[in-house]
């Protein structure tokens, strides 16, 4: 179905003044099109709205010109790709619900990527541990430099680390906000959207002004999984967001990759149960390239280790913490080693990118070299 630039300015502004989502009503009203022109009570009926609340959506709607949303649109210096046109993402449009729009900030700088590279969705936890942040920024860097446009949705934790590792790697980057272009939210990524945007896009469904909602997230999710060709779930707990992207990556037929986890971390609920459940496990950016045959892949030695191999004690420490995290002094203790030895050894592994240190004081192996 084609919509109008100025009809899908219009619904935008119009699910914005009426404070919520209009894709039930589009699907009532047999698309995004006949919602918008609809009026009286056929308007009413698709928003299934009676009395005083059918009767503020109707003024709602009638304060409301096409023209000049779409001209408000363009003032602030904002792209808006309606459903149908040419340059509207085809993997987009094949999905359940696809947005009405999307409202962009870079769109020329992402939108042959898109269409001739590998598109991967890098998702995962916003109170991630350190150990999985160095893994998505890592894998997203290789993803980058083996072609891959990557996609996330700019929240803190796991997606910031996409983006970043994506820029790293000589980007284009994606960023799938949950709100509207100028609502500057996340405040503490402002400085990594405004890199984002020097290099790749950020876009979104919304009206331009939209404030972050909770409901606003899993539906940006959809879009996110809907852009990509596989979804990489770096670290996830039981009920994290992440895993409503993955759902929306199997509905719309698109491979799931899990980065596992030990076993009685919290943190990797979600991830070893999508492993259980099927989902392909990520190591690193080779197990990805194996899920998404693509002729836009470069070629690379995904995962080559620098410098020369570890000797004595930090070698020891090291292949301790590649079983498991443990503190200074639990290592200490293991090999019976003097803890200034230890964290000698520690501070060598961290400065080499080797180890991290996580929560509760203990080091894990970076994930890249465990």
């Known amino acids: 179905m084609t919509l109008g630039a100025d009809e899908a300015a219009g619904l935008a502004q119009l699910a914005f003044t009426l404070g919520r989502d209009l894709q039930r009503a589009a699907r009532a009203a047999g698309g995004p099109g006949p919602l918008w022109r609809a009026r009286g009570a056929g308007l009413a009926d698709a928003l299934r709205l009676t009395g005083a609340a059918a009767a503020e959506a109707r003024a709602a709607r009638d304060g409301i010109n096409a023209e000049l949303a779409l001209r408000t649109v363009r003032d602030l210096d904002l792209t808006i790709i309606p459903l149908g046109d040419p340059a509207y993402p085809p993997r987009l449009a094949e999905v359940f619900d696809p947005p009405f729009a999307l409202i962009a900030r870079g769109w020329d700088a992402i939108a042959a990527g898109l269409t001739e590279r590998p598109v991967v969705a890098v998702v995962g936890a916003r109170r991630a541990t350190p150990p999985a942040r160095r893994f998505a920024r890592s894998l997203s860097a290789e993803l980058a430099e083996r072609g891959a446009v990557v996609v996330s949705g700019l929240a803190l934790g796991i997606d910031a680390e996409a983006h970043a590792g994506a820029l790293e790697g000589g980007g284009p980057t994606l960023a ?49 999984s809907g852009l990509s060709h596989a979804v990489v779930v770096v670290e996830a707990a039981g009920r994290s967001g992440a895993l409503i992207t993955a759902d929306f990556a199997l509905e719309q037929g698109r491979p799931v990759l899990a980065v596992p986890g030990w076993p009685w971390s919290e943190a990797a609920v979600g991830c070893n149960e999508l492993i259980r459940a099927g989902a392909a496990v990520c190591t690193g950016a080779a197990d990805v390239i194996a899920e998404v045959p693509h002729p836009g892949w470069r070629r690379g030695t995904p995962g080559t ?46 400065m080499e990118g080797l180890a991290l240190r996580g929560d509760g004081q203990r080091w894990w192996a970076a994930p890249s070299a465990a």
């Open 305 to 350: 280790p620098d410098g020369p191999p570890l000797e004595g004690m930090p070698r020891d420490v090291h292949e301790q913490l590649r079983g498991a995290p443990m503190r200074a002094d639990e290592l200490a203790q293991a090999l019976r080693a003097d803890p200034a030895a230890i964290a000698a050894a520690l501070a060598f592994l961290e």
């Open 176 to 224: 799938v906000l949950g709100c509207g272009a100028l609502a500057g939210y996340p405040r503490a990524n402002a400085a990594l959207r405004g890199r984002i945007e020097g290099n790749g896009a950020v876009c979104g469904e919304y009206w331009p002004h939209t404030r972050p909602a909770p409901w606003r997230f899993p539906a940006r999710n959809r879009i996110v």
